[in-house]
Structure formats: structure tokens, C-alpha cells
């Protein structure tokens, strides 16, 4: 399966951004989906995932009331709205695949998009 990450960019404090991970080469409605980051000198850390339908969607206290996940199978894509960014958001955000139940932890995904880096300026 190959994932494309898209949607980061520049922004202010306070400000939104919405990223997009598209998917291609398996049956992409099947599996649990993730968002993760990463900031430099830190390690990858949970920030979203949903499950295969939708209808369940778990998140980081760290942005749980800021962030929105969402997925739309028809597109095979996954989305990641983010509002009331914080200088600490800024990383680099990559989506992922897991092969079952879904997970906080990175190393249990098998699939990774290559990240979309997202820089909050204060």
C-alpha cells in the first residue's frame, strides 16, 4: 500500500490547517487508520486514529477538542483537521496503516506515508 500525505505548511498560531493522506493499493475502507508526528530531537507520538468506518476516533489529550480526524472511503483518503494550532504542534505529521484493531503505539502500524511537515509560528 502506498500512502501520500499532503496539507502542511506554514501557519500561525491559532490558525487551521487540514491534511489529506491519500491511499493506494489495498482495500483501504478495511483497516484502522493512524496520524502520528514527529518534532526534532523527539520521538513519534500518537496524535489520531479511526476506525474503519468512521464511526469510532480516538485521540492524544494533547489534541483532543483541536483536532479532527475523519476518512472518506469512496476518495481511499483520510483527513486530519487541525484548529487552535500551537507552536507545539509544529512536526513533521505522517498517516499510517494498521493491520488490525488500531493502536497508540507507531511501531504496531504497517504502512507509512512519507510526512508532511507542520511548522506553527508564534
Known amino acids: 500500500v502506498q500512502l501520500q500525505a499532503s496539507g502542511g505548511g506554514l501557519v500561525q498560531a491559532g490558525g487551521s490547517l487540514r491534511l489529506s493522506c491519500a491511499a493506494s493499493g489495498r482495500t483501504f475502507s478495511s483497516y484502522v487508520m493512524g496520524w502520528f508526528r514527529q518534532a526534532p530531537g523527539k520521538e513519534r507520538e500518537f496524535v489520531a486514529a479511526?476506525?474503519?468506518?468512521?464511526?469510532?476516533?480516538y485521540y492524544a489529550d494533547s489534541v483532543k477538542g483541536r483536532f479532527t480526524i475523519s476518512r472518506d472511503n469512496a476518495k481511499n483518503t483520510v483527513y486530519l483537521q487541525m484548529n487552535s494550532l500551537k507552536s507545539e504542534d509544529t512536526a513533521v505529521y505522517y498517516c499510517a496503516v494498521h493491520p488490525s484493531r488500531g493502536s497508540i503505539w507507531p511501531e504496531s502500524y504497517d504502512y507509512w506515508g512519507q510526512g508532511t511537515l507542520v511548522t506553527v509560528s508564534s
Open positions: 479511526i476506525s474503519w468506518s468512521g464511526g469510532r476516533t
